[in-house]
């Protein structure tokens, strides 16, 4: 029965390297506008990921201007991706950064991770 | 030719479109269904024929159910349905998957879970009773059924609470968006009812 479910499944976009959780990423989003297709970026945190096979999708938040946050949730096999690329890797001990929502400025700063 | 089959319900995924947007969709492993008996109108006074499908070992069923199939020597098949039509077809006859295109409409009919005993909220969408003013035990009670001294009963089939669900449910239009010849599988767009692993009837949409 699953097996079936599986043989339909959507492929992995090649495109997207292993996310983590507090990732600094710049997501490149396929637009069409009428018969045009332009890219567009989209640069945040990675505050959450969900691992569910077909369904798997991840979360970016960034501040747009006047300190308005903006989330973004993208689906990992979703065509529209052009491509992820990571900037930085952060040292964060949670898996879902929801406390990020109530940091604005100096504190929502996360500690850079070297590896 | 008609456009039916019986199948099994596995499961819903997401798959992307050509425009690259996430579709909900419902898989159903359908067919091969078999004919295995035709209605005519001067013999039953209306025109259907009879499918069977799901292939199982003959000690699976009854020697009534082996009789009825056994005059074409068709496989065992678990479950036999009747889509009326009128459209010339032979005992015998394979239908599968190939019937139905991407693209097309198709209502599926199906058995809808059972919840059990629901309250008049639930089943019916009644708004229940007030949540302050001093009311207590009130918030789900469907509150008055009937009128007053005149009737002085309930009218029967007045909407109160009850058995929920395990009923036929017809999902309408559903747009089909895979067919995979290879599996026996049918993709729509959207739910269908009853569990995974439900029996459900795939027709041609009536409203076009």
Redesign the interface.
Same mark, same amino acid.
């Given at each position: 029965m699953t097996d079936l479910l599986k043989a339909v499944e959507a492929e992995v976009n090649p495109n997207i390297p292993e996310l983590r959780p507090g990732d600094t990423v710049s997501v490149h989003v396929r637009i069409k506008e009428g018969d045009r297709e332009r890219i567009q970026e989209f640069k945040g945190v990675v505050i959450r990921k969900r691992n569910s096979g077909n369904n798997a999708n991840f979360t970016v938040r960034r501040t747009a201007s006047n300190g308005i946050g903006v989330e973004r949730t993208f689906l990992m096999r979703s065509p529209r991706i052009d491509k992820v690329v990571v900037e930085r890797h952060s040292h964060v001990r949670r898996a879902q950064l929801y406390f990020m929502r109530e940091r604005t400025g100096k504190s929502a700063r996360l500690k850079q991770k070297f590896d | 030719m008609l456009k039916g089959l019986i199948g099994k319900k =596995? &499961?819903m995924?997401? $798959?992307?479109d050509d425009? &690259?947007a996430?579709l909900p =969709?419902t !898989?159903i492993?359908a067919g091969p269904c078999y004919v295995t008996q035709v209605r005519n109108p001067e013999k039953n006074g209306y025109s259907a024929v009879q499918l069977g499908f799901g292939e199982v070992n003959p000690k699976r069923l009854t020697g009534g159910q082996l009789g009825h199939l056994k005059v074409t020597e068709l496989p065992p098949l678990r479950f036999l349905r009747e889509f009326r039509t009128k459209d010339e077809l032979n005992v015998g006859d394979k239908l599968t998957v190939e019937l139905f295109a991407v693209g097309e409409r198709v209502d599926v009919i199906g058995t809808s879970k059972g919840k059990g005993f629901q309250g008049a909220m639930k089943r019916h969408g009644f708004k229940g009773g007030p949540i302050t003013h001093g009311q207590s035990d009130r918030q789900r009670a469907p509150g008055s059924r009937g009128a007053g001294t005149t009737p002085g009963r309930v009218y029967k089939g007045a909407r109160g609470p009850g058995h929920m669900g395990r009923e036929r449910v017809t999902s309408q239009g559903l747009k089909i968006v $895979?067919v995979?010849t290879e599996?026996n !599988?049918i &993709?729509v767009n959207g739910a269908v009812p009853g569990p995974?692993?439900g029996l459900v009837m795939i027709k041609e949409a009536r409203k076009q």
């Open positions: - | =596995v &499961g995924t997401q $798959l992307f425009a &690259g996430a =969709v !898989l492993e $895979l995979d599996r !599988l &993709g995974k692993g």
